[in-house]
């Protein structure tokens, strides 16, 4: 195994060097594998998300002025250094746009044309590679939706609500950003998912030698704190842990209807690059 996927199971696990490097070889080297199961042999109740991502880039939001509809968007470029230039910003800035207006999802069909000439022509300027990488729209549906960009521009939220305002939208779309719900409501939840987390609470609880009727308690119990602790509606609300999303809004006469969130780079494992093994065979050459 090579020691930076080690390195990246020890971080996320917090577990030592030898049991990393075991799991990693029971799992062929697949590493979400390998956290699966460790969680069942250790008891570990979770594992951090993977922090290596491929691309750099933002993410940017355009709300319509009345809340009706709104669009979110990633463009992404090799670095951090050409995410903060203003030609690479501008770019930005006229994807945002056009989507927005022509209310396009279709990253394709939006670049054709004007965008993908003025994609590569700041390609040969800047000397990266830069991408549109994805789009969403979300329309209110008797409600509006409201936007939040983290300040890097590195997470982008969209919320939509049924009832309430885009001051209301924009709290929910604020705590969005901060914690990462996967879904809307416990309902929500996938199927396969659930069945992960049983399978896992399972031999968990198993290894504790308590009888058969407690076990199936105490798994329940795990399921039902796993839907709160990932269902938005059930998660203390970040401005004020005292009152839950759900009941924030609810209290304003409005729901939660769906939200989208975007982090720059999720999803995409960046390539690990020795700089002093690729030195030194720049030198040898």
């Known amino acids: 195994m090579s020691a930076a996927l080690v390195k990246e199971l020890r971080e996320r696990t917090g577990l030592g060097l030898l049991e ?17 199961e460790l969680r069942k042999s250790s008891g570990m109740k979770a594992a951090k998300k993977a922090g290596r991502t491929a691309a750099d880039g933002v993410v940017s939001t ?3 002025e009345d809340g009706s509809y709104g669009v979110i968007v990633e463009v992404n ?13 501008g770019f930005v800035a006229r994807v945002v ?21 003025a994609r590569e022509s700041l390609v040969q300027k800047i000397g990266e590679n830069i991408s549109v990488r994805r789009i969403s729209l979300v329309t209110a ?3 509006v939706v409201g936007a939040y960009v983290h300040g890097n521009n590195r997470i982008a939220v ?13 709290d929910v779309a604020m705590h969005v950003a901060a914690v990462n719900p996967q879904v809307v409501s416990a309902e929500d939840m996938p199927a396969e998912l659930i069945e992960k987390e049983r399978e896992i609470y399972t031999v968990q609880a198993q290894d504790s030698g308590k009888p058969a009727e407690i076990i199936e308690k105490m798994i329940g119990g795990r399921i ?28 304003a006469g409005a729901s939660v209807a769906s939200f989208i969130r975007f982090e720059v780079g999720e999803g995409i494992e960046r390539e690990q690059v020795d700089f002093a093994a690729e030195v030194a065979a720049q030198l040898k050459g």
Do not use: H, W, Y
């Open 77 to 89: 470029s090799e670095t951090d250094f050409v995410a903060r230039d203003e030609n690479f910003l």
């Open 141 to 143: 549906d008797a409600g």
């Open 20 to 36: 990393c490097k075991k799991a990693l070889a029971a799992a062929d080297g697949d590493i979400e594998k390998a956290i699966e």
């Open 97 to 117: 746009n056009a989507a927005f207006e022509q209310r396009e999802t279709d990253v394709a069909a939006l670049m054709a044309g004007e965008l993908e000439a």
């Open 158 to 170: 969209l919320v939509e609500l049924k009832g309430g305002d885009q001051d209301l939208a924009k």
């Open 224 to 251: 039902k704190k796993f839907l709160a602790e990932n269902s938005l509606v059930e998660q203390a609300f970040v401005k004020d842990p005292d009152v839950t999303v759900g009941k924030l809004v609810s209290a």
């Open 62 to 64: 355009r709300i319509a």
